[in-house]
């Protein structure tokens, strides 16, 4: 179990002149500054959430149409997932029940069916 001096730094730089991806990171660091996990990645800007903040539901999409939604993540901030989803239609967008989280902030990561993951924010009141 983490304690309450863990903390979650998330970032992303859109890098549009060079070639319209965006860069982002996830970290998870310990009161120490030690780092207990760290995820880097560069992708397409591939996932919007909305509304912001969320209140009861949450609409999650994937830009591209053509892909399909497969695995949705929910970690809180110590990086403790809270709820996991494994979707077996076929659709680019999503709309899930969040009225049963306390406030706060997560990080959302959605797989689509070729396993390529999405991470954004989601900030809940």
Known sequence: ????????VTGSVYDYYQN?????FYALIDCNGKTL?????TNEIG??????????????????RDKNIRDITIMDIQGKVIR???????????????????AGL????????HGKTYSERMVKY
């Open 1 to 8: 179990m983490l304690d309450t001096c863990h903390v979650v």
């Open 20 to 24: 319209g991806n965006l860069q982002g």
């Open 37 to 41: 996990n760290f995820e880097y990645s």
């Open 47 to 64: 996932i919007r959430i909305y509304p912001t903040p969320i209140h009861y539901e949450v609409n999650l999409e994937l830009l591209n």
């Open 84 to 102: 996991h989803e494994t979707k077996q239609e076929q659709t680019y967008k999503y709309k899930m029940d969040v009225s049963d989280l306390s």
């Open 106 to 113: 997560f990080l959302v990561k959605v797989k689509d069916q």
